[in-house]
Antibody, heavy 119, light 107 residues
């Protein structure tokens, strides 16, 4: 079964850092682009960042560019999101999602890991 | 960025009803449009990709159509498990963007 499972969320003060992880299983990890999508409390979905299968190309939403870094370790089937200079408006559930080849669709999604930025 | 506008934002319907949601892109996105279903406290699930292709395992009562800037998502006969929030998403251009969502409630 294809699965992705996030971890690493929590409470952090404004200006702080956090690293999210996403463990993948059930598919050939390095064949697929991976993405992070977030959802603020009571709000809609916002794409955050994506990375190609081999990790050669990365992409970011303007709202996180320069503060967040996406990476992957294909030997560990794991995706990461390093989040620095966190702000209150980064508070959200962060989802990891596998991207279907050539379709730009996210499937499946993990259960999400909550990040709260507050003093 | 490409703006995606869904209509309506919320909708009340009854089991057995036919329901249609529209999604409009701020510019031509060809057929690069996906639809997701999200239930409270759960992650989104992909239902339709490339505007009209049903993901394997998704019931045939779900369908999608459209190209360019105007898209439609239809549930032909509402079932109790279909009450949820639905999102469209474009992938023609980065950043990928989502519609604001359509909440489908029981009437």
């Amino acid at each position: 079964e294809v699965q992705v499972l996030e971890s690493g969320g929590g409470l952090v003060q404004p200006g702080g850092s956090l690293r999210l992880s996403c463990a993948a299983s059930g598919f050939t990890f390095n064949d697929y682009a991976m993405n992070w999508v977030r959802q603020a409390p009571g709000e809609g979905l916002e794409w955050v960042s994506g990375i190609t299968g081999r990790g050669h190309k990365t992409y970011y939403a303007d709202s996180v560019k320069g503060r967040f870094t996406i990476s992957r370790d294909n030997s560990k089937n794991t995706l990461y999101l390093q989040m620095n200079s966190l702000r209150a408006d980064d508070t959200a559930v962060y989802y990891c999602a596998k991207e279907l080849t050539a379709v730009g669709a996210f499937d499946p999604w993990g259960q999400g890991t909550p990040v709260t930025v507050s003093s | 960025d490409i703006q995606m506008t869904q209509s309506p934002s919320s909708l009340s319907a009854s089991v057995g009803d036919r329901v249609t949601i529209t999604c409009q892109a701020s510019r031509d996105i060809r057929n690069y449009l996906n639809w997701y279903q999200q239930k409270p406290g759960k992650p989104p699930k992909l239902l339709i990709y490339d505007a009209s292709n049903l993901r394997t395992g998704v019931p045939s009562r779900f369908s999608g159509s459209g190209s360019g800037t105007d898209f439609t998502f239809t549930i032909s006969t509402l079932q109790p498990e279909d009450f949820a929030t639905y999102y469209c998403q474009q992938y023609d251009n980065l950043p990928y963007t989502f519609g604001q969502g359509t909440r489908l409630d029981i009437k």
